[in-house]
């Protein structure tokens, strides 16, 4: 039997309760996470709300600054802290791959899904 939505919704709340901030790298970030990391920081970030099958988005964009002009951007990672802190996850970006001129990069979308297949 598959999990109700209320459980969907508690584990996505769980989730973002502790995924707090994120990171970009310009190549894979490996097992701990901490391969490639960009020079851009750790941004904090703010989740939606869960819908009722347990997905959720940021709520706003993610604007990176300080990354190399014109470097490579190759995925997001999240973190329970600003600094140090668990390794959560990465996600390997598409589209635009690389910090602007000026060296700045935006995540428009972290999107995590609660519905199972």
């Known amino acids: ?7 969907m919704v508690d584990a996505a709340n769980a989730l973002i309760a502790v995924a ?7 190549a ?4 701990s996470g901490t ?5 851009a ?3 904090p970030i703010t989740w939606g709300t869960p ?9 706003s964009p993610l604007a990176f600054t300080g990354g190399a002009a ?17 390794f959560l996850g990465e996600f390997v970006l598409s589209g635009d791959t690389a910090f602007n001129a000026s060296g700045d990069y935006t995540v428009t979308s972290i999107a995590q899904s609660g519905s199972s297949s």
Not at 28 to 31: I, L
Not at 70 to 86: C, F
């Open 70 to 86: 014109n470097g490579p951007v190759y995925s997001v990672t999240l973190w329970t802290a600003s600094t140090g802190g668990t």
């Open 20 to 26: 707090k901030y994120a990171q970009l790298h310009s």
């Open 35 to 39: 391969s490639n990391v960009t020079t």
């Open 28 to 31: 894979a970030a490996g097992t």
């Open 41 to 43: 920081a750790r941004l």
């Open 1 to 7: 039997m598959p999990f109700t939505n209320a459980a």
């Open 51 to 59: 819908t009722g099958s347990g997905s959720f988005d940021i709520a």
